[in-house]
């Protein structure tokens, strides 16, 4: 099974900072990587597709880049409402196993 | 709009079955890929499965497999998630979710958009 970890687990950031968000496959997943955005009692939110293609309607200070084993989520200027839980889940295993990444809190410093 | 809508959320007793409904619209039901995903309470995502309602095709995360069934029902858009004997561990929020899927170039990335509002099962005594 492909295991997916993400790094941090928890983030404290200011209103304005750039994030960036770190997702590693345990073996290559080409670029078939998704990240959603989670707020609390909510059901998640596609942010970024593919690795790096931003979803219709997600506000461009997101991004998303990598390949292979190493993915980044970066958010290039924090808005409040983006504080939230993030998740990375690979699609190569198709099928039977979209696994997810265990999340990263991101919470107001 | 396309969306996805859940059941309300259910309480049972350890022992007894359930079965829990999300139904689509806006969309051609039977052309895509329907997911379940659990989240424990305080906890992150877990991919449970997957049905494709136009022939039922279903995957189970090895997890899960065993533990609950995936079905659908074309002619009324909804797609199922049920248990036979629910046990306490079972508490949990439940997501559905349309798959996605763009192939290109040698490529064939899914994803899944949109979610639905998620259905609360508490398994008590």
């Known amino acids: 099974d492909i295991q997916m970890t993400q790094s941090p687990s928890s983030l404290s950031a200011s209103v304005g900072d750039r994030v960036t968000i770190t997702c590693r496959a345990s073996?290559?997943?080409?670029?078939?990587l998704n990240w959603y955005q989670q707020k609390p009692g909510k059901a998640p939110k596609l942010l970024i597709y593919?690795?790096?293609s931003l979803q219709s309607g997600v506000p461009s200070r997101f991004s998303g880049s990598g390949s292979g084993t190493d993915f980044t989520l970066t958010i290039s200027s924090l808005q409040p409402e983006d504080f939230a839980t993030y998740y990375c889940?690979?699609?190569?295993?198709?099928?039977?196993?979209?696994?997810f990444g265990q999340g990263t809190k991101l919470e107001i410093k | 709009e396309v969306q996805l809508v859940q059941s309300g959320a259910e309480v049972k007793k350890p022992g007894e079955s359930l079965k829990i409904s999300c139904k689509g619209s806006g969309y051609s039901f039977t052309s895509y890929w329907i997911g379940w995903v659990r989240q424990m309470p305080g906890k992150g995502l877990e991919w449970m499965g997957i049905i494709y309602p136009g022939d039922s095709d279903t995957r189970y995360s090895p997890s899960f497999q065993g533990q609950v069934t995936i079905s659908a029902d074309k002619s009324i858009s909804t797609a199922y998630l049920q248990w036979s004997s629910l046990k306490a561990s079972d508490t949990a929020m439940y997501y559905c979710a349309r798959r996605l899927r763009i192939a290109v170039a040698g490529t064939d990335s899914h994803w899944f958009d949109p979610w639905g509002q998620g259905t609360l099962v508490t398994v008590s005594s």
């Open positions: 073996q290559s997943i080409s670029s078939y």
């Open positions: 593919a690795a790096s």
């Open positions: 889940q690979q699609s190569y295993s198709t099928l039977s196993m979209y696994t």
